[in-house]
């Protein structure tokens, strides 16, 4: 499984972006995928989640409300919408997917993730 994640950059705060994970090489549709962040020197940490079908969604309380992710599995793709970003959403994001999982499962644990992207920088100004 590839992963590649895209669609990071510069913001200002207030601003809004779309990150996408891209999956090749798999039926994306069998996988629960997760979006996680590493800020400047702290530890990875969990965003959100996306069931193999799209119709459950979890989020960290910290981006709740501000943050959606979605998915295409016809395009094999999962998004993050981030709006009303904040300079502490400054991370590099990364996508991870798994699979064997049921239908309607999410994941917010980084460690039951077998499969990860290389990350995509976002950084917002203030």
């Known amino acids: 499984v590839q992963l590649q994640a895209s669609g990071g950059g510069l913001v200002q705060a207030g601003g809004s972006l779309r990150l996408s994970c891209a999956a090749s090489?798999?039926?994306?549709?069998?996988?629960?995928v997760g979006w996680f962040r590493q800020p400047p020197g702290k530890e990875r940490e969990f965003v959100a989640t996306?069931?193999?079908?799209?119709?459950?969604?979890s989020y960290a309380d910290s981006v709740k409300g501000r943050f959606t992710a979605s998915r295409d599995n016809a395009k094999n793709t999962v998004y993050l919408q981030m709006n009303k970003l904040k300079p502490d959403d400054t991370a590099v994001y990364f996508c991870?997917?798994?699979?064997?999982?049921?239908?309607?499962?999410?994941?917010?644990?980084?460690?039951?993730?077998?499969?990860w992207g290389q990350g995509t920088l976002v950084t917002v100004s203030s």
């Open positions: 996306i069931s193999r079908g799209g119709s459950t969604t």
């Open positions: 991870a997917a798994q699979d064997r999982t049921v239908m309607g499962q999410t994941i917010r644990d980084l460690n039951r993730y077998e499969y």
């Open positions: 090489g798999v039926t994306f549709s069998s996988y629960v």
